[in-house]
């Protein structure tokens, strides 16, 4: 079975402060991890995903994630935060030849001005 | 190109009362999802179509809710009867079905929040 665990519910940084938010797997065959980010009142979107490739992953608006195997994490960090980028985020994980998509319970990120 | 496009956005009805949430998916989408998504939770599977065919519905609570996806293309979700602890955002996603690689980007609509009261 897989799972993801998103630590944190709500994180709160300041506009131009590193984001990052926390997301650990768990699965019994090398996984596929994705985050989504979900802005108010808007479906789902992809930020970016790991698929087996290269382990740090550039994503769109400026986010990354890097997959380490050793800590079963895939962390999503941002250098400097802009006030848009408050949202919802969601890590998730699949398998290869994978039906089903699993998400976690998503991090809300509170930028401050 | 159109995105995924659900309807009605927002619903608000008594319990015990039906509803239905339309979906539209993104044309040439033959992977259609609803997901249930709970206050402060992330997105939970109820039912995968792979064109017409409901190929997982192991989530989906069959006493009360249904699903049809009639040639394949639109999707209908209905509740019937509504209960109190129903009210949630109801998503729908599709993905072009590469053979289940696992991999692929799913595509979501905005989502139909239904409050039963």
């Known amino acids: 079975a897989q799972s993801v665990t998103q630590l944190g519910s709500h994180v709160s940084v300041s506009e131009g402060a590193l984001v990052l938010l926390r997301c650990n797997y768990s699965?019994?065959?090398?996984?596929?991890l994705f985050w989504y980010v979900q802005y108010p009142n808007q479906g789902l979107q992809l930020l970016l995903k790991y698929t087996s490739a290269a382990t740090l992953v550039k994503g769109i608006n400026g986010f990354e994630a890097e997959f380490k195997k050793s800590e079963t994490s895939f962390h999503l960090t941002k250098p400097s935060a802009h006030m848009s980028d408050a949202a919802e985020y969601f890590c998730a994980v699949n398998r290869p030849g994978g039906f089903k998509t699993i998400f976690g319970a998503g991090t809300r990120l509170f930028v401050k001005a | 190109e159109a995105g995924v496009v659900q309807s009605p956005r927002y619903k608000i009805i008594e319990k015990k009362q039906p509803v239905a949430f339309w979906c539209n998916p993104i044309s040439g989408h033959n992977t259609l999802y609803w997901y249930l998504q709970n206050l402060g939770q992330g997105p939970e599977l109820l039912i995968r179509?792979?064109?017409?065919?409901?190929?997982?519905d192991s989530q989906l609570p069959k006493d009360r809710f249904s699903a049809e996806r009639l040639k394949g293309v639109d999707s209908t979700l209905k509740i019937q009867p509504a209960e109190l602890g129903d009210s949630a955002v109801y998503l729908c996603a599709s993905d072009t079905g590469t053979g289940g690689d696992g991999a692929g980007e799913l595509f979501f609509g905005e989502g139909s929040r239904l409050t039963v009261l």
């Open positions: 699965s019994s065959v090398p996984p596929y």
């Open positions: 179509y792979e064109n017409e065919e409901a190929v997982d």
